[in-house]
């Protein structure tokens, strides 16, 4: 084609046709440039295709971030949560029935099963689109709802683990004075040792703090699911249904 081009150019320049020669130099920049818009536009309207095409598989994992998030929290506060509260209340309504010697309240104390959870939750998608420079495939109220999300998902993590913190400082303390040895060896008896009741009463008390303490992480794990859910719907409504 240029070689084509070429040979029109050099047989009117031949025929010193030069206003000819100078129409048809200005029709074939003209036609170049063209050229160049329709590629530029071409080229364009792929990138924007491929850029939508991210812009939905990010969307999609990081609606499957949120979802899978939730059920954890779900699990949390529904079967760990809720049954801490229930060995809990169990404890507590022994305890509260009066009449009943240290030791069994010791010994119901220590049977109580309790479970520490933590909250770690799920933003891979998002922290990839941040580090990769994709964040601008969200819209400003998608950025700024998942921010809110973040930070309420921050929040409930320091929440939780000063919680733990305590529960493990009451259980620790506890160990001080009573005997946690679960062996059948009767460790302290075999050593011919016996915890004083004034042992017995303060081991009892850090136990009852650390009941109070895992009262609280099951009631937290409750209250921030609820909150982190509202949020988490509120996202999932912005982003498109497909």
């Not at 029935?97 to 104390?109: I, M, R, T």
Request: charged share 25%; net charge positive.
């Amino acid at each position: 084609m240029l070689k084509f081009f070429r040979k029109i150019r050099q047989k009117l320049l031949q025929q010193n046709r030069i206003t000819r020669y100078l129409a048809y130099a200005i029709g074939e920049i003209f036609l170049v440039v063209i050229g160049i818009l329709i590629a530029l536009q071409v080229n364009n309207a792929n990138q924007r295709r491929l850029d939508n095409i991210r812009r939905n598989e990010y969307i999609i994992r990081i609606k499957g971030d949120i979802e899978s998030d939730l059920k954890h929290l779900d699990q949390l506060a529904d079967r760990l949560g809720k049954e801490n509260l229930e060995n809990i209340d169990r404890y507590f309504g022994f305890f509260n029935q009066g009449g009943q010697p240290v030791e069994a309240l010791v010994d119901s104390a220590l049977r109580t099963s309790l479970v520490r959870f933590r909250y770690l939750p799920n933003r891979h998608s998002f922290e990839d689109m941040k580090s990769s420079g994709n964040i601008q495939f969200l819209t400003d109220e998608q950025r700024a709802a998942l921010a809110d999300l973040i930070a309420q998902q921050d929040f409930t993590i320091i929440m939780f683990e000063k919680i733990i913190d305590q529960i493990n400082l009451e259980d620790y303390s506890s160990r001080g004075y009573l005997d946690m040895d679960d062996d059948p060896s009767a460790f302290f008896q075999t050593l011919g040792i016996k915890i004083s009741p004034e042992d017995q009463i303060k081991g009892l008390h850090h136990l009852h703090n650390k009941m109070n303490w895992s009262r609280q992480l099951g009631v937290a794990a409750q209250q921030q699911r609820n909150v982190i859910r509202e949020k988490s719907n509120k996202i999932l409504a912005l982003f498109p249904k497909k």
